[in-house]
């Protein structure tokens, strides 16, 4: 009887360490298995930045520095953006921010390290003094929601399509704002009022220009 109690005690033990090592190595396996997956998501993480970051803060032969411009979803803020390049890019305060070569989107108004403020010509606090079309007749471009050019002279003649230009010191004379999409002849006073359509879509944009000097 105890030879009985013997043998079944020690197949007993015999199935309680197979199936003991048995559930340790899948275990061990899981782990094995999740810990990898883990490096394999970070490899392919790096490798995603890395391509970003050769995409970014590059400088054009014209002094243009391509920056990546953050995210505002789902809020639609026009009046100010923020892009990853700063002091460490050198970017500094009050530079012209661009979209493309020659239009120009607003300028830096904050600056910290590695990325930058800046103030789009959507801001209402924006103004900006402008020349339009190849008469090259003063105006005051009103930044806001929908931007207008202010203080036009009422006997000068403008249109729709006529195109905006800075004229603005410490900017390159001769940046394009936009174009004139309507002309208000009925302001009152010795003024007239015009409204600016501009090229681009704030929300839309992903990459913008800053004309380091």
Do not use: H
């Not at 995409?55 to 520095?65: F, M, R, T």
């Not at 936009?178 to 501009?198: C, M, Y």
């Amino acid at each position: 009887m105890k030879r009985y109690i013997l043998i079944v005690s020690i197949i007993i033990l015999a199935i309680a360490v197979f199936f003991t090592g048995f559930f340790i190595k899948k275990e061990r396996f899981f782990d094995e298995n999740i810990q990898l997956k883990k490096e394999n998501e970070n490899l392919k993480a790096e490798l995603q930045n890395l391509n970003i970051q050769n995409c970014e803060s590059k400088i054009s032969q014209d002094g243009l520095l391509a920056v990546k411009v953050f995210s505002t979803y789902p809020f639609n803020v026009k009046s100010q953006i923020t892009v990853n390049a700063g002091e460490t890019q050198g970017v500094k305060k009050f530079m012209p921010a661009l979209f493309g070569k020659n239009i120009l989107l607003g300028q830096v108004i904050e600056v910290s390290k590695n990325y930058s403020v800046i103030q789009t010509i959507f801001d209402p606090n924006w103004q900006l003094p402008v020349r339009i079309s190849e008469k090259e007749i003063n105006g005051l471009l009103q930044g806001g929601n929908e931007p207008k050019i202010t203080f036009i002279e009422k006997d000068k003649p403008i249109s729709v399509g006529d195109a905006v230009y800075s004229a603005k010191q410490g900017f390159p004379l001769g940046l394009k704002v936009g174009e004139i999409s309507e002309v208000k002849e009925s302001a009152p006073g010795v003024f007239k009022e015009a409204v600016l359509t501009t090229p681009f879509n704030v929300s839309s944009l992903r990459e913008v220009e800053i004309l380091l000097q």
